[in-house]
């Protein structure tokens, strides 16, 4: 694991600095320009997102039916991740949606799923930090629930929007473009797991820690 | 056994409540004056927004649900008899399964009273569409009762118990609310649309089955601590 840091953080670091090289020199989309390259950044942060919600709810699995704490750690780290990268999609979609159609907010499919899943996540987080005694069986508990509720959710909420016409019509993506996409989408994933390897590694240390505080009390 | 402890343990709750009908009366007007919360704050010059008995319909199921959630296992916890009920050699989904019948028979209740109730007061056929409308209810409450009693039973040690409840059941039964209202809403536009409301019925049912399988899997090893 800790192996893995460097070179993923220097890894990472290269393509998020060549990103905006690779963003700038793909083609203009033909309705929105400048607008819409934002998508380069939106859709990867819930690529990232989507990742979380897989890894948290398989992890929260595992140690609820397996009980290894290897397993709790790791679905902190995702939870935590997912908040975040959530985070990223839902201000990143309010400011194109502004720019692109007029509004903020529009109970847009996928911006509303986004929403929920984000805030069955931030749940997660509270229940761990205030659910009291044995809140890592409970939150693990919030992980699969929340995992298992993301394909009802976008089936739902999709068709709860489609049956309104919306106003805009997702791009097609032209030739040019899915380099950048792809490129862009490796290097959040890459970031995803860079994170997820230092939040895991942090808890560890703090679990090991704690067992020497109560050696040491013996 | 299986069957029979569930049993059991809903008549144990059944012969509580007749006692005092505690959670019983409470629940039901809490119900009741949530639905005139929102006609009083919904209606102007006489008419409610189209769709609204729907919506208040739901929202006043949610509400209600969830306070009684909490209440019932409060009662638990405050007579301690959590302990002996996991210490009883039944299996223990039994015991999660007792508790969910219990919970749906409050709520069915309650849909009893708050049908006609929003039927009469926003002037909606909801009496003339039972046949549909029936197991819409049924399922979506099924769907809600369903989380809701492991989330309740879960967080019944807890210090945040009575905020953390629905922080974790609300974003968690969203499918079940917009499915239910938007199939209610269906059944409530002339002429009825009866195939969105039997597509969002069908929605309801998977949600269920997942659910509940979810629940019965997960119950066991969360009430070991």
Redesign the interface.
Known sequence: MKKMFIPLAVLTAAMFAYAPVAIANAPYESTMLLIQKIFYFHVPAWMAMYAGIAVCGIASGIY??KGRPAADRLAVAAAELIVLFGAIGLVTGPLWGRKAWGVWWQWDARLTMAL??E??FI?YL??RA??????D??AA??G???M??SP??Y???N??RT?HPLNTVVPTLKAGMFGPFWFCAMAFLLLFTLLLTLRMNLAEEQAMLDDLYLADEE | MFLRTALLVLRKDFAIEIKSYEIFATTLFFAVGCVLVFAFALVKEGQAPPDSAAAILWIALLFAGTLALGRTFERERYGETIRALLLAPAPRPAIYVGKLLGILCLLGLTEVLLVPLIALLFAAPLLARLTLLLPLLVCGTVGFAAVGTLFAAMLMRARTRDVMLPILLYPMTIPVIIAGVRGTSALLASPPDEPTAIMWLTILLCFDVVFVTLSLWTFEPLMTE
Request: hydrophobic share 70%.
């Open positions: 609820l039916f929920l899943l805030l069955v749940a509270l229940v205030y659910g009291g005694p044995g809140s069986k409970l508990a919030v699969i629930f929340g298992a509720v009802f959710v089936v739902s909420v068709i709860w049956v």
